[in-house]
Nanobody, 116 residues
Framework: QVQLVESGGGLVQAGGSLRLSCAASGTIFWINVMGWYRQAPGSQRELVATINRGDVTTYADSVKGRFTIFRDNANKIMYLQMNSLKPEDTAVYYC??????????WGQGTQVTVSS
């Protein structure tokens, strides 16, 4: 089993920055790819960014150049640095870990609200 716990959400003005954290514990050896997803009210959950075991990253077009995904392997923490935030970035952000074989693990989510 893998446990993922997010933190770092909050309320910020447009143009501001936030850093989200995802602390992982349990059998994380089996995790192949980790990522951040978000879900706005009335919308489907969407991929924001991923990072794999080789530290190769991918980003949604809507966040490229503004968000950065990275991790601290020693402390088993993944981060999402979010700069130049926009009101449309408002959502609940979820940490995800996908294991070899396809099992997905999710955190409980953290709310990010960007005011205009």
């Amino acid at each position: 089993q893998v446990q993922l716990v997010e933190s770092g959400g909050g309320l910020v003005q447009a143009g501001g920055s936030l850093r989200l954290s995802c602390a992982a514990s349990g059998t994380i050896f089996w995790i192949n790819v980790m990522g951040w997803y978000r879900q706005a009210p009335g919308s489907q959950r969407e991929l924001v960014a991923t990072i794999n075991r080789g530290d190769v990253t991918t980003y949604a077009d809507s966040v490229k150049g503004r968000f950065t995904i990275f991790r601290d392997n020693a402390n088993k923490i993944m981060y999402l640095q979010m700069n130049s935030l926009k009101p449309e970035d408002t959502a609940v952000y979820y940490c995800n870990g996908e294991a070899f074989g396809g099992t997905n693990y999710w955190g409980q989510g953290t709310q990010v609200t960007v005011s205009s």
